[in-house]
């Protein structure tokens, strides 16, 4: 019959909840493994994606203890956010009562999962015992003078509303959350100063084996090294200057025009010098750019905009002048702001001279070439050759011509060599109500005040409205933002803009390592002990927002001597899951291609759901969902059932232990043997070394069909069947555990499988009486030799050529050379 894991499953999940058999603490006398999960966003309900992800992680929890290790496994809910915020307005209620309805029903749908967690630890951040701590490490880098408040020009999402760090514009400059093209304004804005660990976050990325390659070039990427000089330009017949950076110093002599940006403060300097007509008329292009998005102002064969300033830079080397121009593809992110424009060497120069009728000045020819007609060029090259037209420096190649030009400019004090990075400090501020608040006030008197650590936590009113247009809800809390200032006593308001929800993420791994303790962020203990985390799994998405920040947030945290000095790193394994797609796309709401995990754990049970989407795919590669596949995985577990319960008397009275090698003569017991014994040793390390989940799976299959077709008789026939049996149900646990519990009691196993050891390999068990040996002639299949496994290449050749059908093959042929593969084949290679 068919086993009824309605029934089975919530058994199983009550017993394991009652056992309190996935409790960890301390323990120095065990290995310890730290396994997570990026902690979801409280949306609702899991997706297909989720159960992916946490079965993955299940999975390995579970083999782990198995193998000894003392295993932290925790979940909670990375719970601020605008959703919460846009499903208030919906559905007229607060966040935080929406918010926490879902993280129930999510804990309600991981524990019907069969999910291994320890649920003491489970983390909330939008509760104030959590986020206290957000505020906590703010003022602690506020000190340290790492936390920072200036106006800047920021990115600005319309449709959500708020601030976003540079991070969080991807793709071609739009919004990472809902994709609306992001623009520019100028805000007053908090900073944390990541930039201060830029060289140590790139430098560790090669300390990070256990990260995927493509991750670690992100962030590598985002980063964004690169050398070069950063000098002035002087404004003719003016007091004002320019500082610009280039990594081409080189192409100097080939200036043609500077470009700013159209943020740039001193755009409002030159516009003061100027006629109110042509100041209205620069001011106004300025704001008009300002408010156009990264993608329309940045991409490569774009239409460009400019206008000329009517000002003239001076070119240091030779003291010719050329026109200021404001640019759209200039932006005030990277670099100063201010371009020297070389448009014989950069495309988007190019593009721009083209348009507005600028010079052209090749100072860079291809080794071998003449130097390019500047008018009959059709594009700009950026390639690296020889320096023309650079006086001196002439007949350079393209490095040496960087080195010694650089070299000049420091010696002429014009500028100086240095790096710079891509990586921007990070904006913290939004202007949300669902959020961290930031922990400061401000005083008429004292300017900036930063509250007392013991006033924390600021909590968020609970009596805000949420406004319908989406604008910041505390703004509306006259009670909650007028204040006293703590330092004089006086009148003070409340900061009204909170913290970047991925404040939340960049800590909360160290907040399980301490449940419930209200006098720190985490034991100073619990970090020595159980960082870093050895496998932490999540999206690839995550590369350069959430990963970057938690990196920045341990250093800081060491620095400060929270967690223990030797762990810079907070995550030491890295597995990034693939998508999760049907009918050719990714599972979408709007594309209507959605599985329902719930229906599927209703209809099949979740150890089928587990089992298919650990077989259907590697865990780093996307899984096409099958509704046949699902199926078939369902069918396997009825199996492996039936055979446990067609053969449960001869089970049960079988004696435990197992049978030895040496003692099993004929060839069907030794094949069993040996089946058993090498699934152990593949299966483990498919898991442990591999990480090949679904070809682990592919050989319990295996053994399910040996054992099926094994019909024991006799003592010791159904000893070394049953050897046969726990193996499989050992080795099938993770992955499918409440059916394995099932059975394990079943056959009158000991406590719970989840609790047992891992099985171990028989060496002996694995040798093999004879291996197939193909004969090759120059290459093609000729015949086939059972042989003695391990001989060497010498006695391997030696008992081939010995063979009557390779003699009758090669007799009379001349052999120019015998290729040979211990185990596998011979190769004769004839005339």
């Known amino acids: 019959m068919a086993y009824d894991f309605s029934a089975i499953e919530p058994k199983w999940q009550k017993k394991w909840e009652e056992s309190r058999c996935f409790h960890v603490e301390t323990d120095d006398a065990r290995p310890k493994f730290y396994c997570l999960e990026m902690f979801p966003y409280p949306s609702g309900a899991l997706h297909m994606g989720h159960l992916r992800n ?458 399980y390592l301490s449940p419930g303790l209200d006098t720190a962020p985490f034991r100073a203990e619990d970090a020595k002990y159980w960082m870093p985390t050895d496998l932490y799994i999540g999206g690839i998405e995550h590369a350069c927002l959430h990963l970057i920040y938690a990196r920045f947030f341990t250093k800081v945290l060491s620095d400060m001597g929270l967690v223990p000095s030797d762990v810079r790193e907070p995550f030491t394994g890295l597995l990034t899951q693939g998508m999760v797609i049907k009918d050719g796309a990714k599972m979408s709401k709007s594309l209507g291609n959605v599985v329902d995990p719930d229906e599927i754990i209703k209809s099949y049970g979740a150890d089928t759901a587990r089992l298919f989407i650990l077989f259907a795919s590697p865990p780093d590669k996307s899984l096409d969902w099958s509704d046949k596949g699902v199926e078939g995985a369902h069918r396997f577990l009825g199996r492996v059932y039936r055979l446990v319960e067609d053969n449960i008397a001869g089970l049960e009275s079988a004696k435990r232990g197992r049978v030895g090698m040496d003692s099993l003569s004929a060839e069907r017991l030794r094949d069993l043997k040996r089946l058993t014994h090498s699934t152990i040793d593949r299966v483990t390390r498919d898991i442990r070394d591999e990480r090949q989940l679904n070809t682990a799976v592919a050989r319990l299959m295996e053994l399910c069909n040996g054992l099926v077709a094994f019909k024991p008789q006799g003592a010791t026939e159904w000893t070394l069947f049953r050897e046969g049996v726990e193996t499989l149900l050992l080795c099938l646990c993770p992955f499918c555990p409440h059916v394995c519990e099932e059975m394990w009691e079943m056959i009158g196993g000991e406590g719970f499988l989840a609790g047992a050891s891992w099985p171990e390999v028989e060496a002996g068990a694995l040798k093999v009486d004879a291996v197939t040996i193909v004969l090759q002639i120059n290459g093609k299949l000729r015949e086939q030799f059972e042989m003695t496994p391990g001989l060497s290449k010498d006695e391997l050749i030696k008992q081939v050529m010995d063979q009557p059908a390779t003699k009758s093959r090669i007799e009379g042929r001349e052999i120019a050379k015998v290729i040979a593969v211990p185990d596998k084949l011979v190769n004769i290679v004839v005339k």
């Not at 408040?149 to 739009?174: F, M, S, Y």
């Open 54 to 511: 946490y079965s993955i992680g299940d999975l390995t929890a579970r083999f782990l203890r198995m193998n000894g290790y003392n295993v932290l496994y925790p979940m909670g809910f990375d719970s601020f956010g605008m959703p919460a915020e846009n499903a208030a307005i919906k559905m007229k209620t607060h966040p935080a009562k929406w918010t926490l309805q879902n993280i129930d029903h999510m804990i309600e749908q991981l524990k019907s999962m069969g999910c291994s967690y320890d649920w003491r630890r489970v983390v909330k951040t939008c509760l104030p015992e959590y986020y206290r701590w957000n505020q906590w490490f703010f003022l602690q880098m506020y000190k340290r003078g790492l936390a920072y408040r200036k106006h800047a020009p920021v990115n600005w999402c319309e449709d959500c509303g708020t601030v976003l760090a540079n991070e969080q514009v991807i793709g071609d400059g739009v919004c990472w959350r809902c994709g609306t093209p992001v623009v520019k304004r100028g805000l007053e804005q908090w900073f944390l100063k990541i930039t201060d660990y830029a060289q140590e976050l790139l430098d560790y990325l090669d300390k990070l084996p256990g990260w995927p390659e493509r991750v670690l070039t992100m962030q590598r990427n985002w980063i964004g090294r690169s050398e070069g000089v950063r000098f002035d330009i002087k404004i003719a017949d003016t007091d004002l200057s320019l500082e610009a950076f280039t990594t081409r110093i080189d192409t100097i002599f080939g200036i043609t025009f500077v470009a700013i940006a159209a943020e740039h403060p001193i755009v409002k300097e030159l516009a003061d010098r100027l006629s109110s007509e042509k100041s209205d008329e620069i001011l106004a292009f300025a704001g008009r750019m300002s408010q156009r998005s990264t993608i329309e102002r940045t991409a490569v064969g774009g239409d460009k905009m400019g206008i000329d300033t009517g000002f003239r830079a001076v070119n240091p080397v030779n003291g010719k002048t050329v026109p200021i121009w404001i640019a759209d593809y200039i932006l005030m992110d990277y670099g100063t702001g201010a371009i020297m424009g070389v448009p014989a060497h950069d495309q988007r120069d190019f593009d721009f001279v083209r348009k507005y009728g600028l010079g052209i000045i090749p100072v860079v020819r291809i080794d071998g070439e003449p130097i390019p007609d500047p008018d009959k060029m059709a594009s700009a090259t950026e390639a690296d050759g020889v320096a023309c037209n650079s006086g001196e420096f002439d007949g350079l190649p393209t490095p040496r011509a960087i080195e010694r030009i650089g070299e000049w400019f420091e010696a002429k004090g014009w500028g100086k060599r240095e790096t710079q990075y891509r990586l921007r400090d990070w904006l913290i501020s939004r202007q949300r109500y669902w959020g961290t608040p930031i922990p400061v006030v401000y005083c008429e008197k004292c300017g900036i005040v930063p509250l007392p650590e013991e006033s924390l936590p600021v909590e968020l009113p609970f009596d805000a409205v949420i406004p319908e247009n989406g604008g910041n809800a505390l703004h509306g809390c006259p009670d909650w933002v007028n204040t006293t200032c703590p330092k004089c006593g006086g009148p003070a308001r409340r900061e009204t803009d909170t913290m970047d929800t991925f404040i939340c993420s960049s800590w909360y791994f160290l907040r």
